[in-house]
């Protein structure tokens, strides 16, 4: 018996292509300005969209001595003179439309440490970065369309929940009532803080076009650092035990204002296969300063130190994640939908990636040492991934992308595989002692440019007729009108709902101090039970008149309906009638002109009569 004859095993085939088309990842350059100290430069600016890398004089490329001056492609190229504004416009404000219109966006920047990546983030005094400004845009655009507080409720597995108005005010009773370690929301009427009140100032508003009128809007902040491959939460409150002191790594008591950290947290995938961090905190905002004095909370918290090569060096990388939740108002234009298909969730990414350095020139030691070995490993790990999608895009290979060696891939392996936009700006330190590091750097984007990500889906349209809210609106003016001429209620009375929720029974006390007590929680319970009973015969009220009204209407429309039909029959047989009378003068000017005629043949052969 012959043995079997061993096959060469193929070459996975190319996979089949997706329908969907496909933009590359937008990759910006950023030059920052040289320092007063630092004289050498090694970076040109030769157009728009290039740059020049100029070796300094202690570097030889070849062998012979001579130097090699390379010459680098971007989507655009932003000098040391470029403004704060100018590269929002060109950059972030295409992903604050896209999540305005339910699209997913990731925009991060990347390069060595001290240039200039979290002053493009962030900003500085007098001049905001990319994060206020993107927050400033959001709000201007759904400012007068906002929900209020606590209709939209996240919930555990990275969706969100519809709550009606009333639920969404006793929600807040609750949250009042009870403690929390989740944090408050700050009130943007509240003094700002010094440190960032100039850096959320921007003169120059932006607006979305396109806002969909007829729709509902709540804006959810988070805020996460990924530190030594661990993720934690930089908005989670860690309650303090008066009792037991907290003790550091040296066995010595925890003063108040050194910083406790958190508990890591993992990251799970929800029902749409998309990845998000666990447990992670999630704060409601309703404007520009409060969402931003959250981020400055979070902030004060992550990681810094100072290296040789930067005095606040980011030790982690950070993500600030901005979530839109809106969902349509229903067929009255009244009140939000509550059908969870209707709602629509996206999400704006912003990252500050902690810079690459070499140990040899911070001279780090230590915890700083295992603090730069963790962040080189995740950013070669972001390299790696992103060399093994360009493979498998322009070879038609397929290898599987390594997300899961980091945390950072894991996190972000949804919008690379087409879930939203991709935009990552390279920040540059011109100096010549960042010469191998900036081409590096320069590589990697070179080869980021080549990878493709496909576009994301629009959003189904909801069937309603557009135009709903400021017709309903009109509709409460006019009656608030004539409410008004018959001596009804104006302006400055309690709302139905404000006298509603005043009719219920105060909660009592639920404090209890002591073990056999009996009577505080029936008391709580009869309570709430009074609340429950008034607010279904009130809900069966408002049906009933709603009903009746709606009944109403109908009535109306039916009898509206049938005098348009009665007023088009009308006019279609005062257009036929018009017709026939038109058909008829015609008939008429035509035997008129044939009379004419005929009076005249008579005339000449009068005459030619008399002849004869």
Same mark, same amino acid.
């Given at each position: 018996?012959?043995?079997?004859?061993?096959?060469?095993?193929?070459?996975?085939?190319?996979?089949?292509?997706?329908?969907?088309?496909?933009?590359?990842?937008?990759?910006?350059?950023?030059?920052?300005?040289?320092?007063?100290?630092?004289?050498?430069?090694?970076?040109?600016?030769?157009?728009?969209?290039?740059?020049?890398?100029?070796?300094?004089?202690?570097?030889?490329?070849?062998?012979?001595?001579?130097?090699?001056?390379?010459?680098?492609?971007?989507?655009?190229?932003?000098?040391?003179?470029?403004?704060?504004?100018?590269?929002?416009?060109?950059?972030?404000?295409?992903?604050?439309?896209?999540?305005?219109?339910?699209?997913?966006?990731?925009?991060?920047?990347?390069?060595?440490?001290?240039?200039?990546?979290?002053?493009?983030?962030?900003?500085?005094?007098?001049?905001?970065?990319?994060?206020?400004?993107?927050?400033?845009?959001?709000?201007?655009?759904?400012?007068?369309?906002?929900?209020?507080?606590?209709?939209?409720?996240?919930?555990?597995?990275?969706?969100?929940?519809?709550?009606?108005?009333? @639920?969404? &005010?006793? =929600?807040?009773?609750?949250?009042?009532?009870? /403690?929390?370690?989740?944090? *408050? !929301?700050?009130?943007? #009427?509240?003094?700002?803080?010094?440190?960032?009140?100039?850096?959320?100032?921007?003169?120059?508003?932006?607006?979305?076009?396109?806002?969909?009128?007829?729709?509902?809007?709540?804006?959810?902040?988070?805020?996460?650092?990924?530190?030594?491959?661990?993720?934690? @939460?930089? &908005?989670? =409150?860690?309650?303090?035990?008066?009792?037991? /002191?907290?003790?550091?790594? *040296? !066995?010595?008591?925890? #003063?108040?204002?050194?910083?406790?950290?958190?508990?890591?947290?993992?990251?799970?995938?929800?029902?749409?296969?998309?990845?998000?961090?666990?447990?992670?905190?999630?704060?409601?905002?309703?404007?520009?300063?409060?969402?931003?004095?959250?981020?400055?909370?979070?902030?004060?918290?992550?990681?810094?130190?100072?290296?040789?090569?930067?005095?606040?060096?980011?030790?982690?990388?950070?993500?600030?994640?901005?979530?839109?939740?809106?969902?349509?108002?229903?067929?009255?234009?009244?009140?939000?939908?509550?059908?969870?298909?209707?709602?629509?969730?996206?999400?704006?990414?912003?990252?500050?990636?902690?810079?690459?350095?070499?140990?040899?020139?911070?001279?780090?030691?230590?915890?700083?040492?295992?603090?730069?070995?963790?962040?080189?490993?995740?950013?070669?790990?972001?390299?790696?991934?992103?060399?093994?999608?360009?493979?498998?895009?322009?070879?038609?290979?397929?290898?599987?992308?390594?997300?899961?060696?980091?945390?950072?891939?894991?996190?972000?392996?949804?919008?690379?595989?087409?879930?939203?936009?991709?935009?990552?700006?390279?920040?540059?330190?011109?100096?010549?002692?960042?010469?191998?590091?900036?081409?590096?750097?320069?590589?990697?984007?070179?080869?980021?440019?080549?990878?493709?990500?496909?576009?994301?889906?629009?959003?189904?349209?909801?069937?309603?007729?557009?135009?709903?809210?400021?017709?309903?609106?009109?509709?409460?003016?006019?009656?608030?009108?004539?409410?008004?001429?018959?001596?009804?209620?104006?302006?400055?009375?309690?709302?139905?709902?404000?006298?509603?929720?005043?009719?219920?029974?105060?909660?009592?006390?639920?404090?209890?101090?002591?073990?056999?007590?009996?009577?505080?929680?029936?008391?709580?319970?009869?309570?709430?039970?009074?609340?429950?009973?008034?607010?279904?015969?009130?809900?069966?009220?408002?049906?009933?008149?709603?009903?009746?009204?709606?009944?109403?209407?109908?009535?109306?429309?039916?009898?509206?309906?049938?005098?348009?039909?009665?007023?088009?029959?009308?006019?279609?047989?005062?257009?036929?009638?018009?017709?026939?009378?038109?058909?008829?003068?015609?008939?008429?000017?035509?035997?008129?002109?044939?009379?004419?005629?005929?009076?005249?043949?008579?005339?000449?052969?009068?005459?030619?009569?008399?002849?004869?």
């Amino acid at each position: 018996m012959k043995a079997a004859r061993l096959q060469t095993p193929r070459r996975p085939g190319k996979k089949p292509s997706n329908n969907r088309p496909k933009d590359p990842v937008g990759v910006y350059c950023r030059v920052r300005p040289l320092t007063a100290g630092d004289d050498a430069c090694c970076v040109e600016v030769i157009s728009n969209t290039t740059i020049q890398l100029h070796p300094p004089d202690w570097i030889k490329v070849n062998r012979n001595g001579e130097f090699k001056e390379m010459q680098y492609s971007f989507k655009e190229v932003f000098g040391a003179y470029t403004t704060q504004k100018e590269l929002f416009n060109v950059v972030a404000q295409p992903l604050v439309e896209d999540l305005i219109h339910g699209k997913n966006g990731l925009l991060f920047t990347y390069g060595v440490t001290g240039s200039g990546k979290t002053h493009t983030m962030t900003g500085s005094p007098g001049d905001g970065g990319l994060l206020p400004r993107c927050l400033d845009m959001i709000f201007c655009s759904i400012g007068p369309f906002q929900a209020k507080r606590y209709v939209f409720k996240p919930d555990d597995k990275n969706a969100m929940e519809v709550q009606n108005e009333v @639920d969404a &005010l006793l =929600e807040r009773q609750k949250r009042d009532c009870q /403690p929390t370690a989740t944090p *408050k !929301a700050v009130s943007s #009427r509240q003094r700002m803080d010094p440190e960032f009140a100039d850096m959320i100032t921007v003169p120059e508003h932006c607006k979305a076009e396109g806002v969909d009128e007829d729709s509902v809007y709540s804006l959810f902040v988070s805020y996460v650092e990924i530190y030594n491959n661990y993720l934690y @939460d930089l &908005l989670e =409150e860690i309650p303090q035990d008066p009792i037991k /002191p907290k003790w550091n790594s *040296k !066995a010595t008591p925890v #003063r108040d204002v050194e910083f406790i950290a958190p508990q890591s947290k993992n990251l799970r995938e929800d029902s749409n296969h998309n990845m998000y961090v666990s447990g992670c905190t999630e704060v409601e905002v309703k404007s520009t300063e409060e969402a931003f004095e959250v981020f400055w909370k979070g902030q004060k918290k992550r990681r810094i130190a100072n290296t040789t090569l930067n005095r606040e060096s980011s030790r982690s990388h950070s993500v600030f994640i901005i979530k839109l939740a809106q969902a349509p108002l229903d067929a009255d234009g009244d009140n939000v939908l509550q059908a969870k298909d209707q709602t629509t969730v996206s999400q704006l990414s912003l990252v500050d990636l902690a810079g690459s350095e070499r140990t040899t020139r911070t001279r780090a030691e230590g915890s700083r040492l295992r603090e730069a070995g963790n962040i080189n490993q995740s950013l070669m790990t972001l390299r790696t991934c992103i060399e093994v999608l360009r493979e498998n895009q322009m070879y038609g290979t397929n290898k599987m992308v390594p997300y899961r060696d980091s945390k950072l891939t894991h996190l972000f392996k949804n919008y690379f595989d087409g879930e939203g936009k991709v935009r990552m700006i390279v920040c540059v330190n011109p100096k010549a002692d960042d010469y191998e590091e900036t081409l590096l750097v320069m590589r990697f984007a070179e080869m980021t440019q080549e990878v493709e990500v496909a576009r994301p889906i629009d959003r189904p349209i909801c069937g309603f007729t557009p135009g709903r809210r400021y017709r309903n609106q009109a509709f409460k003016e006019e009656l608030t009108r004539k409410l008004e001429l018959r001596g009804g209620p104006i302006d400055g009375d309690p709302t139905f709902t404000e006298l509603f929720l005043q009719s219920f029974a105060p909660l009592p006390s639920v404090e209890i101090t002591d073990a056999s007590d009996e009577h505080t929680l029936p008391r709580l319970i009869e309570c709430l039970e009074q609340r429950q009973r008034a607010r279904h015969l009130a809900t069966e009220e408002v049906k009933k008149s709603v009903n009746a009204l709606r009944g109403m209407l109908q009535d109306w429309d039916n009898n509206f309906s049938v005098k348009e039909n009665y007023i088009q029959d009308q006019t279609e047989k005062m257009v036929e009638k018009d017709r026939i009378i038109n058909g008829q003068k015609s008939e008429a000017d035509r035997l008129e002109k044939k009379i004419r005629t005929l009076e005249y043949k008579i005339e000449i052969l009068q005459k030619n009569s008399k002849y004869l």
